[in-house]
């Protein structure tokens, strides 16, 4: 089994203690969480082992001569860890750097992210990746404080959200930073760019009759595997103008989950963070073809870029 998304190894661990027979490579690009993991799992010895990197990196780079492997586990939230201990800014309570990079050492902050974005993009992101309806007032807020100092913390950066939203809003179920915080979060670490590049990969590395899961807490995140999912159960994806089949004309994957899991209100209750996730699975049927897998075959209207990130970013 690939845990492609390993964090603190909570269900490498249910896996594990589950099947005695099992053994998991558990995939995380956040070195510290991954260091809790392998104290974690050291009871368990070699039955796991750990890459220590981006998802993409490892199943593009996926060894021909290495075992496929049998059952593959996204789990694209954010673990408590980045909230309450690694100290990167994930949560808009606490007087923190203001981060958000899950691997430290690569790419932009969020403190770059927003004392640099032109206003108009960073509304967009916000729009776009946190659902933000108040996006344009918000990235206005946010420039006009920048404008007067560097904003490097992120209890700054709620403050700044806090006083930019209507009152009404203000006193909503969630704080009016949540959104915002949400959306910076998925651009600095390319959640949304990562996830299309990552899907084909993992399903031409999976054995056939395999299982691959993955549990989103977004709705870009589950369109996006939704439609991945629907393209591998068709029969034919080719366009009707195609005069002849080149996708393979057969199925290449058995829907698992017509409709996807959700937690229901006692496990809500247990796990609060659990309330928006949702579970896909498909059972491998056979290879797809090139042709199935091209991003553009699946993407289509849920395209990730289209307000100016990709050129941001």
Request: net charge neutral.
């Amino acid at each position: 089994m690939v845990d492609a998304t390993l964090g603190e190894g909570g269900h490498t661990e249910a896996f594990l203690q589950r099947y005695p027979q099992l053994h998991i490579i558990g995939v995380d690009a956040d070195t510290e969480i991954q260091a809790k993991a392998k104290k974690r799992l050291a009871p368990f010895g070699e039955r796991v082992c750990f890459y220590s990197g981006w998802f993409t990196d490892f199943y593009h780079s996926y060894p021909e001569n290495m075992a496929r492997p049998d059952i593959e586990l996204f789990d694209l939230g954010i673990s408590v860890f980045h909230y309450e201990e690694s100290r990167r800014g994930f949560s808009f309570r606490r007087d923190e750097p203001l981060d958000m990079r899950l691997c430290s050492t690569e790419g932009r902050s969020a403190e770059d992210m927003v004392n640099s974005l032109p206003e108009q993009a960073l509304a967009d992101i916000l729009y776009r990746y946190g659902e933000e309806r108040c996006s344009r007032r918000v990235a206005h807020a946010i420039v006009q404080a920048r404008a007067k100092s560097r904003i490097v913390l992120a209890s700054e950066l709620a403050e700044i959200i806090y006083e930019s939203v209507p009152a009404a809003y203000r006193h909503g179920s969630i704080h009016p930073a949540t959104k915002t915080f949400q959306a910076l979060r998925i651009a600095v670490n390319r959640e949304l760019e990562r996830l299309p590049q990552v899907l084909p990969d993992a399903f031409s590395a999976l054995e056939t009759g395999g299982l691959l899961g993955v549990i989103t807490f977004h709705s870009l995140e589950d369109r996006l595997v939704k439609n991945f999912f629907r393209v591998l159960g068709k029969s034919c994806v080719c366009p009707p103008e195609q005069p002849v089949c080149v996708c393979g004309g057969k199925p290449c994957a058995e829907i698992l989950t017509r409709k996807p899991v959700v937690p229901g209100a006692a496990e809500i209750q247990r796990n609060s963070p659990s309330r928006s996730a949702k579970l896909r699975v498909i059972k491998k049927i056979c290879d797809a073809s090139p042709y199935r897998l091209n991003v553009k075959r699946w993407v289509g209207e849920s395209a990730v870029f289209g307000v100016g990130e990709r050129e941001v970013l």
